[in-house]
């Protein structure tokens, strides 16, 4: 089954634009110049459920853009995007209960609470009742190991276990879709493994739909089966790792595979 | 109740609760932020005796009516702050982009943001207005009227603070203008509504709503008039609808924006 | 080239955060002048009275002085700065320079309120001018006397403020002793005059940083004579060489206990 479909989606963004000088700086403030920046361009792709998605691309290629607007954060100015069969723009709300999104940096918690009362709150805010959300916990803390800290404040807790738990807070309303947003920025090869493997397992014991954002290729590599690669907001590539790997034969690492993609004008002709 | 709003409040209660509960986390530091506000709080009598001292009537108050004005203006401040915060600082969230957390909950974005945080001296002047009311008027239906204006004060007070923050969304330093204009009611909030006359006073009733918010209340519970109450309940009532359609208006205008500045 | 655009642009932006503190500052005491004007236009029902020696144009002017030397000598310095380098222990590397640090801060403060108090002048006096118009009696020797005995309230001001700073030596916080001394300024210093309050009070309130910091420039201002000119001059210079004294006192002890104790 297709949890996401997005067809020709579209952004533009509009940027003040400033000559250079004196002069310039009068005419900003008279004639402001604007500059029309398509940060997504057309976008195209589905996914399909269960899948582990690597949505990759340089700094300002358009992917934090594309996962807001499919999360309904953003309204797109062109195409269409479902999400489980609802318009992000329409059913917000809706779909809501069905999404989890962890955002890199961003924090979710409450630091002078433990990860249980957080959680508490989590099913709170996605209409479980409390003993639901008692059951939903246990088995959480069950799957990924969180018995030992799970009473404790989490500004105690160290970088590691407090993105683990950011993680499975997003999980207490089983999201049919998780999006991630740079989930292992700034950590240490240890936490990173670890939070790799809570994510596969979340896949194989839900069979939740990934959709991932990242520059750790180690992500990418250990994760995921399918990558797209995004430039100027434009796809410029869509392929299993697999295929990806055959036909770049030769390069070291999959990082020089990509590097190489994201230097290379326009479109990747790949063979199948 | 539906179960929506019921499961709303039940995650506004909660969001509510551990705001306060990390304040109070270093109870040392709350009980001194507490009771140094209600000195604060309570170091203007003093003015006020001497000012008394002088003439017998300002602006149509005495001593009581000045007391009753402390007490409703920092009940429905402290009230506004303890629970509703999160809305004085509506201007730095939308310019940051910081609204996106609550744009992926499934519930009220405006409620998140408004129970989102908590003012520490909040419980300060909650307990001062309590406290000044008790002592210089105490009566039960006094009392019933001050809790029904301690209400609505906050409410416009709330009202005000999410109409001008949400200026922000269609102007960039809005938030300049909207920090004015709070601060400007607050200051206005403890002189009697007396001492000012013509143009000046027509603007405190409409434009910065202290009229509405402290000086109406403070006449119905001197001398009662059913009509001045529902205009305080209505007038209470509109503000916040107009400023939760300004709030609206302006998210839309968010989710749809195009101008990258406030976004990456 | 760039980078001198850059350090243009950040210096530019800091100057502009600048600007918007003080419109904020300018705003704040436009409105509180304006709430005493209305306050005291109804205290003063008849045209020509007196309350407590003073007329309505008096008592107004009296407000708007007080009020400016307490939003112009509003510093960062004498408060913040200096609790923060003792009990940071910052001061260790401050005291080995050649000079000395009570002194240091003072210095900036003075930096901080010659750039703040002009601009509230200023405001202060146009004010005046278009809300209750010229004080009657203000002459050249009133203007002197105001001047010099602003300045020296300012600075009195400052080593009090420094004072409660120093006792950071010895307890974690110093804050609620500074907002006690803010209150005691800005609730009975700033509003009224001395002869207001109940005759009885008068005599301690004299005793009080309240007559030197805003009593004394204020009345100065609005009513001078050269008696009550020689009376303040000498209780303002009287009080600032017991601040300074205090301050050395305190500082010294504070130190030594420092040396004592390691930092």
């Not at chain 2, 001062?128 to 039960?140: H, P």
């Not at chain 2, 909030?189 to 409409?206: K, Q, V």
């Amino acid at each position: 089954m297709e949890v996401i479909n997005a067809q020709d989606l579209s952004k533009t963004f509009r940027v003040k634009r400033k000559e250079k000088g004196m002069r310039g700086s009068f005419q900003a403030i008279f004639h402001p110049q604007t500059q029309m920046i398509r940060a997504v361009d057309q976008v195209s792709f589905s996914v399909e459920e269960g899948e582990m998605l690597a949505f990759i691309g340089p700094n300002g290629a358009g992917k934090s853009t594309t996962i807001k607007m499919l999360t309904g954060i953003l309204y797109p100015d062109g195409g269409k995007v479902e999400v489980l069969g609802l318009d992000p723009t329409r059913k917000r709300k809706q779909l809501a209960y069905q999404i989890g999104t962890v955002f890199g940096q961003k924090e979710q918690l409450w630091v002078h609470l433990t990860p249980y009362d957080n959680f508490r709150f989590f099913g709170a805010v996605y209409d479980l009742t409390d003993s639901e959300t008692e059951r939903r916990i246990g088995e959480l803390s069950e799957i990924f190991d969180l018995a030992d800290f799970i009473n404790t404040p989490v500004r105690n807790l160290s970088l590691g276990q407090r993105i683990r738990c950011e993680i499975v807070a997003s999980l207490i309303h089983r999201p049919r879709v998780l999006f991630l947003d740079e989930p292992t920025i700034g950590l240490d090869p240890v936490v990173k493994e670890s939070i790799r493997s809570l994510i596969r397992q979340m896949n194989r014991e839900f069979n939740t739909t990934i959709f991932l954002t990242s520059h750790d290729v180690g992500d990418i590599e250990k994760l995921c089966r399918r990558i797209i690669i995004v430039n100027s907001g434009q796809i410029v590539l869509d392929d299993s790792m697999e295929h990806l790997k055959k036909h770049y034969m030769g390069r070291e690492t999959l990082e020089d595979i990509i590097m190489e993609i994201y230097q290379s004008e326009g479109k990747v002709a790949m063979d199948s | 109740m539906s179960t929506g709003v019921k499961n709303q409040l039940r995650v506004c209660a909660l969001s509510v609760k551990y705001n306060i509960m990390r304040e109070m986390l270093n109870k040392v530091t709350f009980l001194t932020n507490t009771c140094f506000m209600m000195l604060n709080n309570a170091a203007f009598i003093i003015q006020w005796l001497i000012l008394f001292r002088l003439k017998g009537d300002i602006g149509g108050y005495t001593m009581r009516e000045v007391m009753l004005l402390w007490g409703i203006a920092c009940c429905s401040f402290g009230l506004s702050h303890l629970l509703f915060a999160g809305v004085f600082s509506l201007p730095e969230l939308i310019i940051g982009g910081r609204l996106d957390p609550f744009l992926v909950q499934p519930k009220s974005v405006l409620l998140g943001v408004m129970t989102s945080s908590t003012r520490i001296s909040a419980m300060g002047d909650l307990a001062y207005g309590v406290l000044v009311m008790c002592v210089f008027c105490f009566s039960v239906k006094r009392f019933l009227l001050f809790l029904l204006f301690t209400v609505t004060g906050a409410a416009i007070i709330t009202a005000f603070a999410l109409l001008m923050g949400s200026l922000c969304f269609w102007f960039v330093r809005g938030d300049v203008f909207g920090n004015y204009m709070v601060n400007a009611m607050v200051s206005f909030f403890t002189y009697p509504d007396g001492i000012f006359n013509g143009t000046a006073r027509f603007l405190l009733y409409l434009v910065i709503p202290v009229g509405m918010a402290v000086w109406m209340p403070v006449h119905v519970m001197m001398e009662f008039d059913a009509g001045a109450l529902f205009s305080v309940v209505g007038f209470a009532a509109g503000l916040s609808a107009v400023a939760t359609a300004a709030f609206y208006r302006g998210l839309r205008r968010y989710a749809s924006g195009n101008l990258m500045e406030a976004r990456v | 080239m760039r980078k001198y655009i850059v350090i243009y642009r950040s210096v530019l932006m800091e100057n502009l955060q600048y600007a918007a503190s003080v419109a904020m500052g300018f705003v704040s005491y436009f409105i509180i002048i304006y709430i005493f004007l209305k306050l005291w236009n109804s205290m003063y029902a008849e045209p020509g009275s007196l309350i407590a020696g003073y007329g309505r144009e008096q008592m107004i002017w009296y407000v708007m002085i007080t009020e400016m030397i307490w939003f112009g000598a509003r510093s960062g310095a004498v408060t913040r700065q200096a609790t923060a380098d003792i009990r940071g222990g910052n001061i260790a590397y401050q005291m080995n320079k050649p000079y000395h640090y009570a002194l240091y801060i003072l210095a900036r403060y003075t930096g901080e309120w010659s750039v703040r108090l002009p601009m509230y002048f200023v405001l202060a006096v146009a004010m005046g001018l278009v809300m209750v118009g010229p004080l009657s009696g203000f002459g050249p020797f009133a203007a002197l006397a105001a001047v010099v005995s602003i300045l020296l309230g300012i600075t009195i001001n400052g080593v009090f403020k420094l004072c409660i700073s120093l006792f950071s030596f010895w307890i974690e916080d110093t804050n609620p002793f500074q907002w006690l001394y803010d209150k005691l300024i800005l609730v009975i210093g700033t509003i009224f005059p001395l002869e207001i309050f109940p005759r009885a009070m008068q005599p301690f309130l004299k005793l009080t940083p309240i007559y030197t910091v805003c009593y004394g420039p204020a009345k100065l201002t609005v009513d001078f004579t050269p008696e009550k000119f020689l009376e303040i001059l000498g209780a303002q210079l009287l009080y600032l060489a017991v601040g300074l004294g205090a301050m050395f006192l305190v500082y010294g002890k504070g130190v030594k206990k420092l040396y004592v104790n390691g930092g």
